[in-house]
């Protein structure tokens, strides 16, 4: 079972930030929270990824609680093209038997123009 | 990023065929690959994990005689759809790790399977 849980949907205006929530209360101490998205009919693709500070590159911005228990996923600049379900995901590092990666229902972002 | 590829893209074939699905890590080696499945307006559902050179680990409710997976070699592995029928027809997706370096998982396209 998926360890994380997210809304099914939210919406956001282009050019807004998007803000994505994702609860983890049951996270480990070694595991990762790792975020995709999957455009329609097509292959899920990486966004970024953190253990327990915040990080950020060229797509987004990752923000995790000091607990741990939660994180956001932040899209500075929402366009259309950001249109997508968007999955958080807890993940063991490689070696361990939960390294594999479980996806749960994810939140459906549609951007507004 | 890691690019992984799949062939082909979609495929259409009739019941009681098989059907082999390419998976490929074009700009690096990676010792486990996954394989996904996904039915309409769900969520990938992991199939198998695929290690080099070793059988793959199926989840539990995956007929590992059904779905045949072979990783010969660091940056292909296969997956075969044996006997398809029409329940098969499914949006089929394999993820590949590094074999060193980062441990982010890579995903391919996916390919589309219509079994008629």
């Known amino acids: 079972d998926a360890k994380t849980t997210q809304p099914p949907s939210m919406d956001c205006a282009e050019g807004r930030a998007a803000n994505l929530p994702c609860n983890h209360s049951?996270?480990?101490?070694?595991?990762?929270v790792y975020w995709y998205r999957q455009i329609h009919s097509q292959g899920p693709q990486y966004i970024i990824h953190g253990l327990k500070n915040n990080e950020t590159n060229e797509m987004a911005s990752l923000i995790i609680t000091e607990d741990r228990k939660s994180s956001t996923l932040i899209l500075p600049h929402a366009t259309l093209r950001d249109t997508a379900v968007y999955y958080c995901i807890v993940r063991a590092p490689r070696g361990s038997s939960a390294s594999k990666i479980i996806f749960g229902s994810g939140t459906r972002l549609s951007i507004r123009p | 990023g890691a690019v992984v590829s799949q062939h082909p893209s979609w495929v259409i074939c009739k019941s009681g065929t098989s059907v082999k699905i390419e998976c490929r890590s074009l700009d690096f080696q990676a010792t486990t690959m996954f394989w996904y499945r996904q039915f309409p307006k769900q969520s990938l559902m992991l199939m198998a994990t695929s290690n080099e050179g070793s059988k793959a680990t199926y989840e539990q409710g995956v007929e590992k005689d059904k779905f045949l997976i072979n990783h010969a070699s660091l940056t292909l592995s296969t997956l075969t759809v044996t006997s398809a029928h029409p329940e098969d027809s499914s949006f089929y997706i394999c993820?590949?790790?590094?074999?060193?370096?980062?441990?982010?998982?890579?995903f391919g396209p996916g390919t589309r399977l219509l079994v008629l």
């Open positions: 049951t996270i480990s101490g070694n595991e990762y």
């Open positions: 993820s590949a790790i590094r074999l060193a370096g980062q441990e982010t998982q890579y």
